[in-house]
């Protein structure tokens, strides 16, 4: 179930002047195509406009931050940032999947963590905060959220601590791992989610985080550490 809203401004710490953006944002188009509310819009157009507003903006940091790489190195240095693995973990880090206005047949089929469902939904929000705040509070967004996990070299700080425990496991046969949401805890807009990760029935690791996912990635990253497995950077 979608949270709130107003849990979402509270957690990103920005108030829409036209809140109705914000909610097209969020809006899947198969919560419109079945509820066929009047004036009710997809985030589709936003996806749109927030894909452009996204190359501009993370091309103005590159440009500025690297003055020593070339045209080409640049390029390739802004497809890894806005690349769908990557859209998908800055909105992963943000919870933006539990807000998501989904129809009932792609919410059980589990839309609300389908890659490509969450880093349209990022874009959406870039171009509804564009839209509503202007280039200079997207700009802030994107230091806060996304430019900090970019290293000297340019390269993101992400680490997948769940596929490197998944390699680890199968290249030495080590059984099944299975991932589960132990607790959560905390107000709506401050919610903290506990995972748990076992091997068949043994528990490996458990992790806290904002997110399902990234509580699952610190239970994964403490699971190697308990196998002494060194985490690939």
């Known amino acids: 179930m979608n949270r709130d809203i107003k849990v979402l401004q509270k957690q990103i710490g920005i108030t829409f002047r036209k809140t109705e953006l914000l909610k097209q944002a969020f809006t899947h188009s198969s919560y419109v195509n ?10 589709e157009r936003l996806e749109f406009l927030g894909d452009a507003v996204l190359e501009l903006t993370v091309s103005e940091f ?7 790489r070339s045209e080409g190195e640049l390029t390739k240095l802004r497809a890894s940032i806005v690349c769908e693995p990557s859209l998908v973990t800055f909105a992963e880090d943000l919870d933006f999947g539990a807000f998501v206005l989904l129809g009932k047949g792609e919410e059980l089929t589990g839309g ?4 490509a469902l969450l880093a349209d939904v ?21 230091h806060k959220h996304v430019f900090t ?3 000297n070299e340019g390269k993101l700080l992400v680490i997948d601590y769940k596929t490197q425990l998944q390699e680890h496991t199968q290249h030495h046969n080590m059984g099944s791992l299975e991932y589960r949401i132990v607790n959560e805890r ?3 807009h401050e919610r903290e989610f506990v995972a748990e990760v076992y091997m068949d029935v043994d528990l490996l ?11 699952e990635q610190q239970a994964a990253a403490q699971a190697l550490l308990k196998l002494n497995v060194t985490v690939q950077r």
């Open 122 to 142: 990022f874009e959406s929000f870039i171009g509804a905060l564009y839209l509503d705040q202007g280039i200079e509070v997207v700009k802030g967004f994107l």
């Open 34 to 43: 079945e509820h066929r509310i009047a004036g009710h819009k997809d985030n």
């Open 205 to 215: 690791g458990t992790g806290a985080g904002r997110s399902k996912k990234e509580a």
């Open 186 to 188: 905390g107000p709506a």
């Open 112 to 115: 609300r963590s389908r890659p």
């Open 62 to 68: 590159l440009y500025d931050s690297y003055p020593g």
């Open 149 to 151: 996990k970019i290293s």
